[in-house]
T-cell receptor, first 113, second 114 residues
């Protein structure tokens, strides 16, 4: 299995809702990432997990809450989002160091209404 | 300041023509270098990578890139483009100082003229 699987592919949520994005990989990668990508912009790093521990938080607002239950799973819990949080959310995984590059999922297209 | 720059926002080439996409980086030491491609609404796919050795690297889909230390560049090339190559291309770097973090350039959108 050489894929990163993200669910759901599309999500529409209200500003008072709580929802979660899910990411799964079975490549034995020990680092996992959340990126946010606005239209016509490059991906921006949000969080890095290394060996199931949060190692980088790029000053992301607390309405985004990451969770890594095990080495294969990465969740992003969403609460009280704003319309400007609408974006493509990408999950990626890699070996402990990134010399081999990331493997990306196809993303979750999030719309906040 | 550390940065990665893609000077061309949008490039249009004719099908069958050659392609070169530019990428320049500014780091204290040679970082890990990557090129990714993204089709609309999709995730990113790794085309090729460089971190040492031969400065001309081969990737998937017929792409290659050349690392030039003197110019701090890592340009992507393809001898003959196909309509299916139309996409967004991102150059990316992972600094040695933060080996678990990849930073992306602003991207170059490639259009193919029939």
């Amino acid at each position: 299995d050489t894929e990163v699987t993200q669910t759901p592919k599309h999500l529409v949520m209200g500003m008072t809702n709580k929802k979660s994005l899910k990411c799964e990989q079975h490549m034995g990668h020990r680092a996992m990432y959340w990126y946010k990508q606005k239209a016509k912009k490059p991906p921006e790093l949000m969080f890095v997990y290394s060996y199931e521990k949060l190692s980088i938080n790029e000053s992301v607002p607390s309405r985004f809450s990451p969770e890594c239950p095990n080495s294969s799973l990465l969740n992003l819990h969403l609460h009280a989002l704003q319309p400007e949080d609408s974006a493509l959310y990408l999950c990626a995984s890699s070996q402990e160091r990134v010399q081999a590059g990331y493997t990306f999922g196809s993303g979750t297209r999030l719309t906040v209404v | 300041a550390q940065s990665v720059t893609q000077p061309d926002i949008h490039i249009t080439v004719s099908e069958g023509a050659s392609l070169e996409l530019r990428c320049n980086y500014s780091y204290g030491a040679t970082p890990y270098l990557f090129w990714y491609v993204q089709s609309p609404g999709q995730g990113l796919q790794l085309l090729l990578k460089y971190f040492s050795g031969d400065t001309l690297v081969q990737g998937i889909k017929g792409f290659e890139a050349e690392f030039k230390r003197s110019q701090s560049s890592f340009n992507l090339r393809k001898p003959s483009v196909h309509w299916s190559d139309a996409a967004e291309y991102f150059c990316a770097v992972a600094p040695y100082s933060s080996a678990s973090k990849i930073i992306f350039g602003s991207g170059t959108r490639l259009s193919i003229r029939p």
